[in-house]
């Protein structure tokens, strides 16, 4: 009795142990993997205008294409040859993939553009031979603006020189209670370099502080 009871256990633990196996090795859905086909378009129009980033590194423009103006938006590293390429008031050719922006703006996902002949396809970065050297600086002066991020939250403040300051938002928070708009402010940190194929546009020295100074007591900012 006792080794029918053995023998019947042990069939049980094999069936278990087999199932337990089929499962972890079971093929995955390709249906959860899947992704609807994407159609590019072509849309035609003229360029209005330029938009960049929060440290004025251009990374995309507007196109008025009929009664609709989209955003298209550009890696950054692309931002000197399509600003060389292409004026304000030029009639391109952009083909993308429409969507909605996380603004509510209706947004291209650049593939390429055609202006004036040429065409531009949206490319990866080249690697540089050597990364460009981190410069540490410092810089002080009295607060003029502060500056706020997608969100609305204050990650840098801009200072007469026409220097900007950039600190995390969680940082900012705690130095917005002790230096409002007028408050003279010093700091050191890593001056902002631009990269392989980046434009500008606004002449910013923009410091990525590691200390910030005010009323004479210094905070680490990193």
């Not at 030029?90 to 429409?98: A, F, I, K, L």
């Not at 917005?176 to 500008?200: D, M, P, R």
Request: positive net charge; aromatic residues 6%; contains cysteine.
């Amino acid at each position: 009795m006792k080794l029918k009871v053995l023998i019947t256990a042990a069939i049980i633990l094999f069936m278990v142990i087999a199932a337990t196996s089929f499962a972890q090795h079971k093929p995955h859905s390709t249906n959860a993997v899947k992704k609807p086909l994407q159609q590019i378009t072509a849309f035609t129009g003229q360029v209005t205008g330029w938009v960049n980033n929060d440290d004025f590194v251009y990374d995309g423009l507007y196109l008025q294409s009929g009664a609709t103006k989209y955003m298209v938006k550009f890696p950054t590293h692309m931002g000197l040859e399509l600003t060389t390429a292409i004026k304000t008031g030029s009639t391109v050719t952009v083909n993308g993939v429409e969507k909605a922006s996380s603004t509510g703006e209706k947004e291209i996902k650049l593939v390429s553009i055609i202006a004036d002949g040429k065409t531009i396809n949206e490319s990866t970065p080249a690697k540089a031979a050597t990364a460009p050297a981190k410069e540490l600086t410092n810089s002080s002066g009295k607060i003029t603006q502060l500056q706020k991020d997608s969100h609305g939250k204050v990650n840098g403040f801009i200072l007469e020189n026409k220097t900007i300051l950039r600190v995390a938002p969680p940082v900012a928070e705690q130095i917005v209670k002790l230096a409002v708009v007028g408050t003279t402010i010093s700091c050191t940190g890593e001056k902002q370099i631009l990269h392989n194929g980046e434009a500008t546009s606004e002449i910013y020295t923009i410091i990525r502080c590691k200390t910030i100074t005010i009323n004479g007591k210094q905070y680490l900012t990193k």
